[in-house]
């Protein structure tokens, strides 16, 4: 049994400075990277597929196996590219890592890319979190003047180059493919898969994108090794993962605790409900994953345990709802948030968003039918599953949950409208 | 196919080169060659190269697309189409700070609608609100705000939040954003809660796009507030770790062919 709180990646944040090569190195930082670079490329592959390390940016992906797909040669330049555009609503666990502990990014980044192959390793930081940019910069520069990245790193003959690229305000870029398209200097719009990016990634070459924390992690693998990894977490979602609580909680805040915890475990750590107002709903991965109730607080938060109760892992983004909050007003905000960022490279995603917002706002003013309910429902049928990018399938989460969960609410609205409008008829039959 | 972008890039300029007294001298020549020398292909500079001319005029201007088309050999329609697809390029002269209010759902319900409605309200002239991406103020001049509502921004332990020129105010009220951008409108500068000292919108937009010459001081600031240790200070509260690493923990075996 583990405890309930088991600080691994957010452990050196406590420590003064903790931004700086020195505290990193005090702190067992860069240890595992000599490890790692006397072993072969291959025993580093392995070494993540059994530690059972899942993807952190919200699909869950096993890291190991997403390795195993660049190729094992080296005919072509090989590019490693981290995922830090941080922007699902409720997700704010990657800019405090990397405003924190930015070595330990890095340190991940020089083990990931030798692992692949890759000389090249880009940071795509959306663009607006400048100081995490400027801490970025300044851990890769200190890291070029110790030799921990440039040529021969560490006398073994492997050469890396880190660039840390800013974004510019388009949560679209946090997918896969349309972060690569930016990162070229395009529009950033999704591409069809296949190719995957391990086969035609950047500039068409062999790439592997991870998340932020998901490469963090790795220097600790290397260093305790899979089965410690296993020690936390559950047998297909091991390891531990920072969960992001926001909203009506007394203390909300980065709790870092093993896959499998629940709502109703985390709760308590983070004091409660705000005010003893009681729980309403709540996203267990931020917005793009369905909602879940108060029926939810034992859910086992890992991938299987969200899935099996109807939603999804996502980024561990807990947002909070307490009782005073309108579902319909919630979904209408977040669908004017999809609406906003689809790229409008699909029909279904551009105009499904596009009528969806309008739809929400119309019942949200008071001006709603019961048809608009099927209406919604309608529409959300021909987005899910039929957009280019996963965009689309998280823009009808909230609505099709909160529908399922809270229809009465949706059904409410319908219905003072229905009272409004009846209203002067009687009137003027009275007078 | 994306693997044709050197081919292309270079043909297809319709650039034409800009006056002598254009606002992109030497120096921001030279600051946009360094920034091309980062990347294996030179269009991958695009995003910081907007940022550049951002940080030179304000905004991304007519000539401000011609100089990146120029320094990177590509039409000014490809370098318009990129400009106009991302939030952060401004098609419209930014007031001396950019104020930033979240109003997705989880900052909205916490306040984040109030705070942008009362300064909507409070910037706003004769009776008629401040909109999105509109200035108090004369553009480039001291004190000048231009303020926009913005999706979330990845800070929402600290929620309602607010950023001025990307710098992160957490745990607002709409009567300390009032008090905030009152002392923005005078010419201080409140320190942000998270981040360097603030300066300017430009000078956030010149950092953004040669992060690489960042001043070493602008490194430090406070950045792990109580939100973002709270995990780590309970655990070691209530002396909780993660289990203890083996003292040397054995790599597989290097895979059998594969």
């Known amino acids: ?431 | 196919m994306t693997a044709e972008a050197p081919e292309e890039a270079g043909t297809a300029s319709d650039a034409v080169p800009l006056p002598a007294d254009s606002p992109f001298g030497v120096d921001t020549t030279a600051k946009a060659q360094r920034i091309i020398a980062l990347y294996p292909q030179s269009r991958s500079a695009l995003l910081p190269l907007l940022h550049l001319v951002q940080s030179v005029q304000g905004f991304v201007s007519q000539q401000g697309v011609t100089f990146c088309a120029n320094q990177l050999g590509l039409s000014t329609a490809e370098v318009s189409a990129v400009a106009t697809f991302y939030t952060m390029y401004k098609r419209k002269p930014c007031g001396e700070h950019l104020v930033s209010v979240c109003t997705n759902t989880l900052c909205a319900v916490l306040g984040g609608d109030a705070i942008y409605g009362k300064l909507r309200e409070h910037l706003g002239e004769s009776g008629k609100p401040l909109g999105h991406e509109e200035t108090a103020g004369t553009p480039g001049e001291r004190g000048s705000i231009t303020i926009e509502h913005a999706e979330c921004l990845a800070a929402c332990d600290f929620a309602p939040v607010l950023q001025v020129n990307y710098e992160y105010y957490d745990n607002q009220t709409p009567e300390s954003a009032v008090e905030l951008v009152d002392a923005l409108r005078r010419g201080e500068k409140p320190a942000p809660t998270r981040g360097a000292p603030l300066t300017d919108f430009r000078t956030v937009e010149e950092q953004l796009a040669v992060g690489f010459d960042t001043d070493p001081e602008a490194v430090n600031g406070p950045s792990a507030s109580a939100e973002t240790v709270r995990g780590a200070q309970l655990a070691t509260d209530r002396g909780w770790t993660a289990p203890t690493m083996p003292d040397d923990a054995a790599l597989p075996p290097v895979p059998e062919k594969r």
């Open chain 1, 1 to 431: 049994m583990t405890d309930k709180l088991t600080p691994v990646l957010t452990k050196r944040w406590l420590s003064p400075n903790s931004w700086t090569l020195h505290t990193y190195e005090q702190l067992e930082g860069y240890t595992a990277l000599p490890k790692a670079l006397r072993a072969e490329p291959e025993q580093l592959v392995q070494l993540v597929k059994d530690s059972g390390l899942r993807g952190r940016g919200g699909a869950g992906f096993p890291a190991g196996v997403k390795w195993g797909f660049m190729p094992p040669n080296e005919d072509k330049p090989h590019y490693l590219v981290i995922n830090a555009d941080e922007g699902e609503p409720g997700t704010c666990k990657d800019i405090p890592l990397m405003m924190a502990d930015p070595h330990s990014l890095i340190e991940g980044c020089v083990i990931a890319s030798y692992a692949m192959r890759a000389h090249h390793c880009f940071i795509y930081v959306r663009g607006e979190v400048p100081h995490c940019i400027r801490r970025l910069n300044a851990a890769v520069r200190e890291a070029y003047q110790a030799g921990y990245l440039g040529t021969n790193i560490l006398g073994s003959g492997f050469d890396l180059d880190i660039v840390v690229h800013a974004g510019a305000g388009a949560y679209i870029c946090g997918e896969e493919t349309a972060l690569l398209d930016s990162l070229e200097g395009r529009r950033g719009q999704p591409r069809l898969k296949p190719p995957f990016p391990a086969a035609a990634g950047l500039y068409g070459q062999p790439t592997t994108v991870n998340n932020v924390e998901t490469i963090a992690s790795v220097p600790y693998i290397v260093n305790g090794g899979s089965d410690w990894f296993r020690g936390m977490g559950t047998e297909k979602s091991p390891g531990p993962k920072i969960f992001s609580i926001s909203g009506h909680v007394e203390k909300p805040g980065q709790y870092e605790a093993p896959l499998g915890t629940t709502l109703r475990e985390l709760l308590e750590l983070a004091g409660g409900m705000k005010d003893g107002i009681p729980l309403k709903f709540w996203t267990p991965g931020g917005s793009s994953t369905p909602l879940f109730t108060a029926e939810h607080l034992d859910v086992p938060l890992d991938f299987e345990g969200a899935a099996e109760a109807g939603s999804m892992l996502g980024t561990t983004a807990l947002q909070i709802f307490n009782e005073t909050v309108s579902v319909p007003w919630a979904v209408m905000k977040w669908t004017q948030f999809y609406e906003h960022e689809s790229c409008g490279k699909c029909t279904p995603c551009r105009e499904g968003t596009y009528w969806l917002a309008q739809i929400l706002e119309r019942m949200v003013d008071g001006r709603g039918t019961e048809e608009d309910i099927d209406t919604l429902l309608d529409v959300c049928d021909n987005v899910l599953g039929r957009s280019f990018c996963a965009l689309g399938d998280g823009a009808v989460s909230p609505i099709t949950s909160g529908i399922k969960y809270f229809k009465d609410e949706f059904l409410a609205l319908c219905e003072q409208n229905r009272a409004r409008n009846s209203e002067p008829a009687l009137a003027g039959a009275g007078s």
